[in-house]
Protein backbone atom coordinates (compact mmCIF):
# COMPACT_ATOMS: atom_id res chain seq x y z
CA UNK A 1 0.00 0.00 0.00
CA UNK A 2 2.79 2.38 0.87
CA UNK A 3 4.60 1.65 -2.49
CA UNK A 4 1.32 2.30 -4.17
CA UNK A 5 0.94 5.24 -2.76
CA UNK A 6 4.20 6.56 -3.06
CA UNK A 7 4.36 6.02 -6.72
CA UNK A 8 1.34 8.18 -7.40
CA UNK A 9 3.28 11.43 -5.78
CA UNK A 10 6.22 10.62 -7.35
CA UNK A 11 4.78 10.58 -10.80
CA UNK A 12 2.55 14.07 -10.23
CA UNK A 13 5.86 15.99 -8.85
CA UNK A 14 7.73 15.79 -11.88
CA UNK A 15 5.14 16.45 -14.26
CA UNK A 16 4.44 19.93 -12.20
CA UNK A 17 7.92 20.71 -12.50
CA UNK A 18 8.45 20.36 -16.03
CA UNK A 19 5.25 22.07 -17.07
CA UNK A 20 6.53 24.87 -14.30
CA UNK A 21 9.71 24.70 -16.03
CA UNK A 22 8.30 25.13 -19.50
CA UNK A 23 6.20 27.68 -18.48
CA UNK A 24 9.37 29.56 -17.33
CA UNK A 25 11.06 28.68 -20.31
CA UNK A 26 8.56 30.27 -22.36
CA UNK A 27 8.28 33.48 -20.26
CA UNK A 28 12.13 33.51 -20.65
CA UNK A 29 11.80 32.84 -24.43
CA UNK A 30 9.00 36.03 -24.71
CA UNK A 31 10.85 38.48 -22.04
CA UNK A 32 13.95 38.13 -24.76
CA UNK A 33 11.68 38.77 -27.37
CA UNK A 34 9.82 41.61 -25.51
CA UNK A 35 13.96 43.20 -24.47
CA UNK A 36 14.61 42.96 -28.39
CA UNK A 37 11.37 44.57 -29.47
CA UNK A 38 12.24 47.27 -26.93
CA UNK A 39 16.23 47.16 -27.55
CA UNK A 40 14.60 48.12 -31.41
CA UNK A 41 12.23 50.81 -30.01
CA UNK A 42 14.81 52.13 -28.23
CA UNK A 43 16.95 52.34 -31.17
CA UNK A 44 14.33 54.05 -32.64
CA UNK A 45 13.98 56.61 -30.00
CA UNK A 46 17.49 57.56 -30.16
CA UNK A 47 17.17 58.14 -34.06
CA UNK A 48 14.18 60.09 -33.53
CA UNK A 49 16.10 61.97 -30.69
CA UNK A 50 19.17 62.71 -33.51
CA UNK A 51 16.43 63.15 -36.08
CA UNK A 52 14.84 65.55 -33.91
CA UNK A 53 17.92 67.22 -33.10
CA UNK A 54 19.22 67.60 -36.66
CA UNK A 55 15.41 69.20 -37.14
CA UNK A 56 15.97 71.62 -34.26
CA UNK A 57 19.06 72.55 -35.45
CA UNK A 58 17.53 73.51 -38.62
CA UNK A 59 14.59 75.00 -37.30
CA UNK A 60 16.76 77.30 -34.66
CA UNK A 61 19.06 77.89 -38.38
CA UNK A 62 15.98 79.35 -39.72
CA UNK A 63 14.68 80.66 -36.79
CA UNK A 64 17.85 83.20 -36.73
CA UNK A 65 17.89 83.86 -40.51
CA UNK A 66 14.20 84.98 -39.69
CA UNK A 67 15.21 87.38 -37.27
CA UNK A 68 17.91 88.76 -39.24
CA UNK A 69 15.25 89.51 -41.81
CA UNK A 70 12.71 90.25 -39.48
CA UNK A 71 15.23 92.80 -37.68
CA UNK A 72 15.26 96.14 -38.10
CA UNK A 73 17.59 95.65 -41.36
CA UNK A 74 20.33 98.59 -42.00
CA UNK A 75 20.03 97.57 -45.62
CA UNK A 76 16.33 98.06 -45.88
CA UNK A 77 16.28 101.14 -44.23
CA UNK A 78 19.26 102.69 -46.43
CA UNK A 79 17.42 101.00 -49.27
CA UNK A 80 13.81 102.99 -48.26
CA UNK A 81 16.26 106.23 -47.19
CA UNK A 82 17.89 105.67 -50.74
CA UNK A 83 14.33 105.52 -52.89
CA UNK A 84 13.22 108.54 -50.60
CA UNK A 85 16.41 110.34 -51.50
CA UNK A 86 16.26 109.72 -55.42
CA UNK A 87 12.14 111.09 -55.23
CA UNK A 88 13.36 114.21 -53.49
CA UNK A 89 16.33 114.67 -56.30
CA UNK A 90 13.32 113.96 -58.91
CA UNK A 91 11.33 116.67 -57.63
CA UNK A 92 14.25 118.94 -57.23
CA UNK A 93 15.67 117.96 -60.69
CA UNK A 94 12.26 119.05 -62.03
CA UNK A 95 11.76 122.40 -60.31
CA UNK A 96 15.22 123.18 -61.54
CA UNK A 97 13.85 122.32 -65.03
CA UNK A 98 10.81 124.01 -64.80
CA UNK A 99 13.24 127.29 -63.96
CA UNK A 100 15.36 126.60 -66.34
CA UNK A 101 12.76 126.39 -68.91
CA UNK A 102 10.87 129.34 -67.50
CA UNK A 103 14.15 131.70 -67.56
CA UNK A 104 15.19 130.42 -70.98
CA UNK A 105 11.35 131.43 -71.96
CA UNK A 106 12.15 134.93 -70.72
CA UNK A 107 15.27 135.17 -71.91
CA UNK A 108 14.77 134.37 -75.77
CA UNK A 109 10.91 136.79 -74.97
CA UNK A 110 13.44 139.71 -74.15
CA UNK A 111 15.79 139.03 -76.67
CA UNK A 112 12.84 138.70 -79.45
CA UNK A 113 11.28 141.81 -78.19
CA UNK A 114 14.83 143.65 -78.03
CA UNK A 115 15.48 142.27 -81.92
CA UNK A 116 11.99 143.32 -82.85
CA UNK A 117 12.54 146.92 -81.16
CA UNK A 118 15.98 147.24 -82.50
CA UNK A 119 15.05 146.06 -86.07
CA UNK A 120 11.76 148.43 -86.00
CA UNK A 121 14.13 151.44 -85.18
CA UNK A 122 16.80 150.81 -87.66
CA UNK A 123 14.42 150.80 -90.46
CA UNK A 124 12.93 153.67 -89.45
CA UNK A 125 16.40 155.73 -88.71
CA UNK A 126 16.53 154.01 -92.35
CA UNK A 127 13.96 155.72 -94.23
CA UNK A 128 13.92 158.76 -92.09
CA UNK A 129 18.03 159.31 -93.29
CA UNK A 130 16.78 157.93 -97.43
CA UNK A 131 14.29 160.30 -97.78
CA UNK A 132 15.99 163.28 -95.96
CA UNK A 133 19.42 162.53 -97.82
CA UNK A 134 16.92 162.14 -101.46
CA UNK A 135 15.32 165.38 -100.33
CA UNK A 136 18.33 167.54 -99.82
CA UNK A 137 19.97 166.14 -102.90
CA UNK A 138 17.10 166.70 -104.89
CA UNK A 139 16.53 170.14 -103.44
CA UNK A 140 19.88 171.02 -103.98
CA UNK A 141 19.40 169.62 -107.77
CA UNK A 142 16.13 171.81 -108.11
CA UNK A 143 17.95 174.58 -106.64
CA UNK A 144 20.87 174.45 -109.24
CA UNK A 145 18.24 174.22 -111.96
CA UNK A 146 16.61 177.04 -110.87
CA UNK A 147 19.98 179.36 -110.52
CA UNK A 148 20.78 178.08 -113.86
CA UNK A 149 17.61 179.18 -115.23
CA UNK A 150 18.00 182.48 -113.52
CA UNK A 151 21.62 183.28 -114.93
CA UNK A 152 20.27 182.09 -118.43
CA UNK A 153 17.21 184.82 -118.28
CA UNK A 154 20.21 187.49 -117.17
CA UNK A 155 22.32 186.64 -120.41
CA UNK A 156 19.61 186.59 -122.23
CA UNK A 157 18.02 190.62 -121.07
CA UNK A 158 22.18 191.40 -121.70
CA UNK A 159 22.38 189.76 -125.22
CA UNK A 160 19.11 191.78 -126.15
CA UNK A 161 20.07 195.07 -124.46
CA UNK A 162 23.64 194.59 -126.32
CA UNK A 163 21.99 194.16 -129.46
CA UNK A 164 18.96 196.54 -129.52
CA UNK A 165 22.05 199.01 -130.95
CA UNK A 166 22.69 196.82 -134.03
CA UNK A 167 20.18 197.37 -137.50
CA UNK A 168 16.60 196.15 -136.16
CA UNK A 169 16.45 192.74 -138.66
CA UNK A 170 20.06 191.99 -137.02
CA UNK A 171 18.51 192.17 -133.84
CA UNK A 172 15.02 190.72 -134.68
CA UNK A 173 16.74 188.10 -136.08
CA UNK A 174 19.91 187.84 -133.18
CA UNK A 175 17.04 188.30 -130.33
CA UNK A 176 14.52 185.38 -131.99
CA UNK A 177 17.64 183.23 -131.95
CA UNK A 178 18.92 184.29 -128.61
CA UNK A 179 14.91 183.84 -127.36
CA UNK A 180 14.89 180.59 -129.06
CA UNK A 181 18.09 178.82 -127.27
CA UNK A 182 17.04 180.35 -124.28
CA UNK A 183 13.32 179.28 -124.50
CA UNK A 184 15.40 175.70 -125.21
CA UNK A 185 17.32 175.76 -122.49
CA UNK A 186 14.62 176.36 -120.21
CA UNK A 187 12.54 173.64 -121.66
CA UNK A 188 15.38 171.25 -120.94
CA UNK A 189 15.87 172.57 -117.31
CA UNK A 190 12.22 172.17 -116.95
CA UNK A 191 12.41 168.60 -118.64
CA UNK A 192 15.50 167.71 -116.47
CA UNK A 193 13.36 169.18 -113.29
CA UNK A 194 10.58 166.79 -114.49
CA UNK A 195 12.80 164.23 -114.44
CA UNK A 196 14.24 164.64 -111.40
CA UNK A 197 10.91 164.98 -109.52
CA UNK A 198 9.89 161.57 -111.25
CA UNK A 199 12.99 160.19 -110.07
CA UNK A 200 12.38 161.18 -106.65
CA UNK A 201 9.03 159.94 -106.07
CA UNK A 202 10.05 156.90 -107.49
CA UNK A 203 12.78 156.84 -104.90
CA UNK A 204 10.22 157.60 -102.22
CA UNK A 205 7.80 154.72 -103.79
CA UNK A 206 10.53 152.59 -103.24
CA UNK A 207 11.53 153.61 -99.65
CA UNK A 208 8.18 153.17 -98.80
CA UNK A 209 7.94 149.91 -100.22
CA UNK A 210 11.16 149.15 -98.04
CA UNK A 211 9.44 150.04 -95.10
CA UNK A 212 6.57 148.18 -96.00
CA UNK A 213 8.24 144.92 -96.82
CA UNK A 214 10.75 145.28 -93.29
CA UNK A 215 7.28 145.98 -91.13
CA UNK A 216 5.86 142.80 -92.73
CA UNK A 217 8.88 140.98 -92.16
CA UNK A 218 9.02 142.12 -88.78
CA UNK A 219 5.42 141.00 -88.43
CA UNK A 220 5.68 137.73 -89.93
CA UNK A 221 9.18 137.09 -87.25
CA UNK A 222 6.77 138.37 -84.34
CA UNK A 223 4.49 135.89 -85.52
CA UNK A 224 6.98 132.86 -85.64
CA UNK A 225 8.45 133.82 -82.18
CA UNK A 226 5.17 134.13 -81.01
CA UNK A 227 4.08 130.75 -82.22
CA UNK A 228 7.30 129.34 -80.89
CA UNK A 229 6.63 130.83 -77.40
CA UNK A 230 3.73 129.14 -77.61
CA UNK A 231 5.35 125.97 -78.42
CA UNK A 232 7.69 126.18 -75.55
CA UNK A 233 5.09 126.64 -73.10
CA UNK A 234 2.82 124.12 -74.34
CA UNK A 235 6.22 122.12 -74.24
CA UNK A 236 6.48 123.12 -70.67
CA UNK A 237 2.95 122.33 -69.09
CA UNK A 238 3.20 118.75 -71.02
CA UNK A 239 6.46 118.24 -69.00
CA UNK A 240 5.27 119.78 -65.72
CA UNK A 241 2.14 117.19 -66.03
CA UNK A 242 4.93 113.89 -67.43
CA UNK A 243 7.22 114.87 -64.27
CA UNK A 244 3.75 114.85 -62.11
CA UNK A 245 2.54 112.27 -63.32
CA UNK A 246 6.32 110.59 -62.78
CA UNK A 247 6.62 111.58 -59.21
CA UNK A 248 3.43 110.34 -57.99
CA UNK A 249 3.70 106.96 -60.03
CA UNK A 250 7.09 106.23 -57.65
CA UNK A 251 5.58 107.51 -54.57
CA UNK A 252 2.70 105.02 -55.15
CA UNK A 253 5.22 101.88 -56.38
CA UNK A 254 7.79 102.86 -53.43
CA UNK A 255 4.66 103.06 -51.06
CA UNK A 256 2.71 99.94 -52.46
CA UNK A 257 6.30 97.53 -51.92
CA UNK A 258 7.06 99.46 -48.68
CA UNK A 259 3.93 98.21 -47.51
CA UNK A 260 4.19 94.92 -48.99
CA UNK A 261 7.62 94.29 -47.42
CA UNK A 262 6.39 95.12 -44.30
CA UNK A 263 3.74 92.92 -44.51
CA UNK A 264 5.52 90.01 -45.47
CA UNK A 265 8.30 90.91 -42.10
CA UNK A 266 5.10 90.86 -40.30
CA UNK A 267 3.62 87.81 -40.96
CA UNK A 268 7.43 86.13 -41.19
CA UNK A 269 7.67 87.55 -37.09
CA UNK A 270 4.01 86.06 -36.37
CA UNK A 271 5.35 82.93 -38.36
CA UNK A 272 8.79 82.86 -36.74
CA UNK A 273 7.15 83.27 -33.31
CA UNK A 274 4.25 80.48 -34.00
CA UNK A 275 6.97 78.20 -34.65
CA UNK A 276 9.39 79.34 -32.12
CA UNK A 277 6.13 78.10 -29.43
CA UNK A 278 5.87 74.64 -31.32
CA UNK A 279 9.54 73.96 -31.01
CA UNK A 280 9.09 74.76 -27.35
CA UNK A 281 6.43 72.55 -26.97
CA UNK A 282 7.86 69.66 -28.20
CA UNK A 283 11.08 69.82 -26.38
CA UNK A 284 8.92 70.10 -23.55
CA UNK A 285 6.91 66.88 -24.51
CA UNK A 286 9.56 65.11 -25.81
CA UNK A 287 11.58 65.71 -22.93
CA UNK A 288 8.54 64.05 -20.52
CA UNK A 289 8.27 61.61 -23.34
CA UNK A 290 11.99 60.36 -23.05
CA UNK A 291 11.82 60.84 -19.13
CA UNK A 292 8.65 58.65 -19.27
CA UNK A 293 10.20 55.61 -21.23
CA UNK A 294 13.39 55.69 -19.44
CA UNK A 295 11.37 55.21 -16.31
CA UNK A 296 9.19 52.32 -17.66
CA UNK A 297 12.07 50.85 -19.06
CA UNK A 298 13.73 50.86 -15.76
CA UNK A 299 10.41 49.76 -14.02
CA UNK A 300 10.27 46.82 -16.80
CA UNK A 301 13.84 46.30 -16.10
CA UNK A 302 12.98 45.64 -12.68
CA UNK A 303 10.36 43.73 -12.93
CA UNK A 304 11.97 41.40 -14.92
CA UNK A 305 14.73 41.10 -12.26
CA UNK A 306 12.69 40.49 -9.45
CA UNK A 307 10.20 37.98 -11.15
CA UNK A 308 12.16 34.93 -10.58
CA UNK A 309 10.74 31.73 -10.87
CA UNK A 310 7.02 32.98 -10.48
CA UNK A 311 4.91 32.18 -13.63
CA UNK A 312 1.59 34.96 -12.91
CA UNK A 313 4.13 37.68 -12.43
CA UNK A 314 6.23 36.77 -15.41
CA UNK A 315 2.55 36.77 -17.17
CA UNK A 316 1.64 40.11 -15.58
CA UNK A 317 5.23 41.49 -16.40
CA UNK A 318 4.79 40.63 -19.85
CA UNK A 319 1.21 41.97 -20.26
CA UNK A 320 2.93 45.13 -18.69
CA UNK A 321 5.93 45.05 -21.35
CA UNK A 322 2.96 44.92 -24.16
CA UNK A 323 1.36 47.41 -22.73
CA UNK A 324 4.59 49.55 -22.66
CA UNK A 325 5.73 48.47 -25.87
CA UNK A 326 2.13 49.54 -27.51
CA UNK A 327 2.80 53.12 -25.37
CA UNK A 328 5.67 53.50 -26.80
CA UNK A 329 4.41 52.45 -30.62
CA UNK A 330 2.13 55.02 -30.18
CA UNK A 331 4.66 57.82 -29.10
CA UNK A 332 6.85 57.38 -31.86
CA UNK A 333 3.90 57.43 -34.21
CA UNK A 334 3.22 60.79 -32.37
CA UNK A 335 6.99 62.08 -32.65
CA UNK A 336 7.25 60.94 -36.25
CA UNK A 337 3.77 62.97 -37.21
CA UNK A 338 5.17 65.82 -35.04
CA UNK A 339 8.65 65.59 -36.89
CA UNK A 340 6.40 66.01 -40.55
CA UNK A 341 5.16 68.97 -38.88
CA UNK A 342 8.02 70.62 -37.83
CA UNK A 343 9.58 69.74 -41.54
CA UNK A 344 6.22 71.16 -43.28
CA UNK A 345 6.89 74.25 -41.20
CA UNK A 346 10.31 74.51 -42.09
CA UNK A 347 9.48 73.90 -45.59
CA UNK A 348 7.17 77.15 -45.69
CA UNK A 349 9.97 79.17 -43.53
CA UNK A 350 12.06 78.22 -46.64
CA UNK A 351 9.66 79.14 -49.34
CA UNK A 352 8.97 82.43 -47.05
CA UNK A 353 12.39 83.60 -46.97
CA UNK A 354 12.52 82.83 -51.15
CA UNK A 355 9.61 85.67 -51.34
CA UNK A 356 11.51 87.91 -49.12
CA UNK A 357 14.39 87.16 -50.94
CA UNK A 358 13.09 87.62 -54.36
CA UNK A 359 10.92 90.75 -53.06
CA UNK A 360 14.16 92.33 -52.19
CA UNK A 361 16.15 91.81 -55.16
CA UNK A 362 13.04 93.45 -56.83
CA UNK A 363 13.29 96.33 -54.79
CA UNK A 364 17.17 96.66 -55.39
CA UNK A 365 16.83 96.07 -59.22
CA UNK A 366 13.87 98.96 -59.08
CA UNK A 367 16.29 100.72 -57.41
CA UNK A 368 19.44 100.50 -59.47
CA UNK A 369 16.71 101.38 -62.65
CA UNK A 370 15.76 104.59 -61.20
CA UNK A 371 19.36 105.74 -60.47
CA UNK A 372 19.93 105.57 -64.22
Known amino acids: MDTLQADPLNSTKPANIT ?7 EADQMLKQKEKELKAYTDAVREAEKILK ?8 KTAELSAL ?9 ERRLIEEEIERLEASHQKEMQRLQQQHEDEMSSLKADFQQTL ?3 ENWSNRHAEITLQEKMGELEKLKQEAIE ?5 NETTFLRSRSTN ?3 EAHGTMTQKAVADQIAKLEEQLSELTSVTREELRDSRAKIDECVAAIELRRQSQAAEIKRLEDEIAQRKERYAA ?18 SIAATNARAENTEKIISQLEAHHEAQLAEVLGDIESMRRSMETSGGRSSSNAASVRQAAREIQ ?6 TGIIEETKMIETEITELDDENAKLREELNRLRARLSKTKM
Do not use: Y
Open 152 to 156: AKQQL
Open 327 to 332: KLSEEK
Open 54 to 61: GLQETVNA
Open 121 to 123: NEA
Open 19 to 25: ELEEMNK
Open 70 to 78: SAPDENAEN
Open 169 to 171: VNA
Open 246 to 263: HIAAVREQHQLERTTLEQ
